[in-house]
């Protein structure tokens, strides 16, 4: 349950939003500050929109752990993991388990958000070292750590959200992304099971995919540098950006961040464009 209250008392009214994890209070930069614990999960949260995300965080006393290989993020955690790697993946399962059973939280929060395009080009062209890198990031990881972190809240008493990044690539054939596109459609196929199971549980978590559009980042700018013949879509993300038609970052993460708000099914599968 997730209601915006306006709270009368002795210094006067107090804006804010009633959760399941309890009242938080509004503050003037639009951030509430929380009375509970509240961890959050951010893998890829050292660039493009996952730094976004990390920036743009709406809770003034949140705990940040940011999943990356470079780290930087300001203010967060940084576990040091190269999620294209499957030795990395029980770093993450444990850390979960970890600080969920330490801190005994009352929200939490794991968006995976780390991808990669490369590499770009037919299928049967490109690097094959580099095409299992994609499908390990892109496809399994994703899988694998939401499972881990399905796992860590699983019988717990909070709220718990789980938000796989997807992309308009998971519905619509991008050639010389193959292994991107299938990975977003893995995700979103992924999304739509699980919340069926999640239905099952009290209290269970509320797993969504949503995709964020098109972004003014550096896997943006990798695409728009390809040529027709490796990627035919760059010619009209080149379009876009002469355009000014690339959403913001930011703009685009406080939707993100607006949907632990909204009422949605667990298992939805969205775009930002659904939500604005």
Known sequence: MRRRLLVQGDGGALQGVLHDAGFWPALGDGKVTSLRRILIWISGASA???AALAATIPFENAELVDLSRRGGTPG?????????DPESWPVV?????QRIETSDPDLVVFIHNAGTLTPLG???RVDTAEYTRNVLLNSASAQVLGHSFLRAVAGRECEQ???MISSGAAIRPHEGEASYCAGKA??????????????????GCRVISVSPGA?????QAELRACSPDEVPESTRFREM???GRLSKPENVARIIWSLLDRDLETGSVLHVHDVT
């Open 241 to 243: 950006e002469a355009l």
């Open 76 to 84: 967060a955690h940084h576990v040091a993991v190269d999620l294209a």
């Open 186 to 203: 893995g995700i979103d196929q992924w999304v739509r099971t699980v919340g069926l199971e999640q239905r099952r549980r009290s209290p």
């Open 122 to 124: 037919s299928a049967d």
């Open 215 to 219: 972004l003014d980042t550096d896997m």
């Open 93 to 97: 399962e444990n850390d979960f388990q």
């Open 161 to 163: 959200h789980l938000i």
């Open 48 to 50: 493009g929109l996952g």
